[in-house]
């Protein structure tokens, strides 16, 4: 089964930068489409990037364009999002989530229109000054 851990949250302060990382173990990270989320209290879990099996496609939050960016290495079965000029209301934990695509395109951000069945325990951010 496939397991994901997340890392690299903490506090930091605003227009600051953090890089997530989210580590694949228990089947090839090659297979899957890779998406990440966050939920801050009080509100739902949504979709902040993606990047597809291939890494052909990769989708991005209108709120996080520009700032974040989404990248993978397979060979290591790691992910990661980098995350530049944080804002308060970045504040969330963020998730890693995968879902089994081999050999495709598509990716999502948009988990209803997605088959993300894996996921991490999360890492907090923080962003305040």
């Known amino acids: 089964q496939l397991q994901l851990v997340e890392s690299g949250g903490g506090l930091v302060q605003p227009g600051g930068s953090l890089r997530l990382s989210c580590a694949a173990s228990?089947?090839?990270?090659?297979?899957?489409?890779i998406g990440w989320f966050r939920q801050a209290p009080g509100k739902e879990r949504e979709g902040v990037s993606c990047?597809?099996?291939?890494?052909?496609?990769?989708a991005y939050a209108d709120s996080v364009k520009g700032r974040f960016t989404i990248s993978r290495d397979n060979t290591n079965n790691m992910v990661y999002l980098q995350m530049n000029s944080l804002k308060p209301e970045d504040t969330a934990v963020y998730y890693c989530?995968?879902?089994?695509?081999?050999?495709?395109?598509?990716?999502?951000?948009?988990?209803?229109?997605?088959?993300?069945?894996?996921w991490g325990q999360g890492t907090q951010v923080t962003v305040s000054s």
């Open positions: 990047i597809s099996s291939l890494q052909t496609n990769r």
């Open positions: 228990g089947s090839n990270l090659d297979y899957y489409g």
């Open positions: 989530a995968a879902e089994q695509r081999p050999f495709s395109n598509f990716c999502t951000i948009t988990v209803d229109k997605g088959r993300y069945e894996y």
